[in-house]
């Protein structure tokens, strides 16, 4: 069973930092890209960043290039999505995404 779960969502101020992580389990995670999306309420779901299954693919949105590093350790199963110099517009839930799973989100808000 394919299992995506997020985890180091919380409050922090803008201009703050904090690292989410994805622990991947159920599938072949070395022969996969993997992706973080975020959503609010107000907004359709959209797509952060994502790593293909060789460290040399890397995508990040306009909105966060130069602020977020993607990052995965396949040995462990994880991946990891470094923010910085965040923002209050940064404020969503974030999600991992392979293919068609999901993880269930861990919620960033930036607020002073």
């Known amino acids: 069973q394919v299992q995506l779960v997020e985890s180091g969502g919380g409050l922090v101020q803008p201009g703050g930092s904090l690292t989410l992580s994805c622990a991947a389990s159920?599938?072949?995670?070395?022969?996969?890209?993997i992706a973080w999306f975020r959503q609010t309420s107000e907004k359709e779901r959209e797509g952060v960043s994502c790593?293909?299954?060789?460290?040399?693919?890397?995508y990040y949105g306009d909105s966060v290039k130069g602020r977020f590093t993607i990052s995965r350790d396949n040995a462990k199963k994880m991946v990891y999505l470094e923010m910085k110099s965040l923002k209050p517009e940064d404020t969503a839930v974030y999600y991992c995404?392979?293919?068609?799973?999901w993880g269930k989100g861990t919620l960033v808000t930036v607020s002073s």
């Open positions: 790593i293909g299954n060789s460290e040399g693919s890397i």
């Open positions: 159920g599938f072949a995670m070395d022969d996969h890209g």
């Open positions: 995404n392979v293919g068609p799973w």
